[in-house]
């Protein structure tokens, strides 16, 4: 039995940024199309497209998006001075852009929600626990550099690959380009694999400043 496309229209919110499913950003909103696009939000309940901008600038002009985003659901909203609002968004699912509309004061889309084919290439769980633990000294080693110590870090354990997968993709500091190739890679398990390349890099990284810093800690007392 072949599966049905998942389609809607949809609110599109062009960024300099990418958002992955399961992770929260915070957004201050002002141009006035923007607004429009959350007070419509708000009042039908409803989501809204985060996508990278491939070409043009993010306040004013149309940009031109790359054609993967992740849908947002509003949080919560704060009114601040000078006609803004401040928003914290969650992502939701991934999708692709058919068709763009410019008959509204924002750019729409009618998109694909594209779904989770991991059922066809589950990660052993020895990748998972890889990837687990690799995240796990990630994370101790930022606290380390913030000035926190634990004894044990915090065990990131996402109950499924796909969302573990987000989950590391969202910590990591990279390129946007970077964050959009892991955005757009429909594989768990290939997207995995590339996280754990990039977490091995910045722990490398992030335990040569921790040794560093130590170093000059302790040679000052």
Same mark, same amino acid.
């Given at each position: 039995?072949?599966?049905?496309?998942?389609?809607?229209?949809?609110?599109?919110?062009? %960024?300099?940024?990418?958002?992955?499913?399961?992770?929260?950003?915070?957004?201050?909103?002002?141009?006035?199309?923007? %607004?429009?696009? /959350?007070?419509?939000?708000?009042? &039908?309940?409803?989501?809204?497209?985060?996508?990278?901008?491939?070409? @043009?600038?993010?306040?004013?002009?149309?940009?031109?998006?790359?054609?993967?985003?992740?849908? +947002?659901?509003?949080?919560?909203?704060?009114?601040?001075?000078?006609?803004?609002?401040?928003?914290?968004?969650? @992502?939701?699912?991934?999708?692709?852009?058919?068709?763009?509309?410019? &008959? =509204?004061?924002?750019?729409? +889309?009618?998109?694909?929600?594209?779904?989770?084919? &991991?059922?066809?290439?589950?990660?052993?769980?020895?990748?998972? &626990?890889? +990837?687990?633990? /690799?995240?796990?000294?990630? %994370?101790?080693?930022?606290?380390?550099?913030? @000035?926190?110590?634990?004894?044990? +870090?915090?065990?990131?354990?996402?109950?499924?690959?796909?969302?573990?997968?987000?989950?590391?993709? =969202?910590?990591?500091?990279?390129?946007?380009?970077?964050? =959009?190739?892991?955005?757009?890679?429909?594989?768990?398990?290939?997207?995995?694999?590339?996280? /754990?390349?990039?977490?091995?890099?910045?722990?490398?990284?992030?335990?040569?400043?921790?040794?560093?810093?130590?170093?000059?800690?302790?040679?000052? =007392?």
């Amino acid at each position: 039995m072949t599966m049905q496309p998942y389609i809607k229209r949809i609110p599109l919110f062009p %960024l300099n940024t990418v958002l992955f499913p399961g992770a929260t950003i915070p957004l201050q909103i002002f141009e006035s199309r923007y %607004l429009t696009m /959350i007070e419509d939000c708000l009042k &039908d309940d409803s989501i809204f497209g985060i996508v990278l901008i491939k070409s @043009g600038k993010e306040v004013g002009g149309k940009p031109n998006p790359y054609s993967v985003g992740t849908t +947002a659901k509003i949080t919560s909203v704060k009114n601040i001075s000078g006609n803004r609002l401040y928003i914290t968004a969650v @992502g939701e699912e991934k999708f692709e852009i058919l068709e763009t509309f410019n &008959d =509204q004061p924002y750019m729409s +889309a009618d998109v694909e929600i594209l779904p989770n084919l &991991d059922i066809f290439d589950e990660p052993p769980s020895d990748e998972l &626990d890889e +990837a687990r633990e /690799i995240a796990s000294k990630h %994370l101790q080693s930022v606290l380390g550099l913030s @000035g926190g110590w634990v004894e044990n +870090a915090l065990n990131p354990t996402p109950s499924t690959p796909e969302s573990l997968s987000y989950f590391i993709a =969202q910590m990591l500091q990279l390129d946007v380009r970077d964050r =959009q190739k892991l955005l757009e890679e429909p594989s768990s398990r290939e997207r995995l694999k590339d996280c /754990i390349k990039f977490l091995n890099d910045e722990n490398e990284s992030m335990a040569l400043r921790l040794e560093i810093e130590l170093l000059h800690k302790f040679s000052r =007392q």
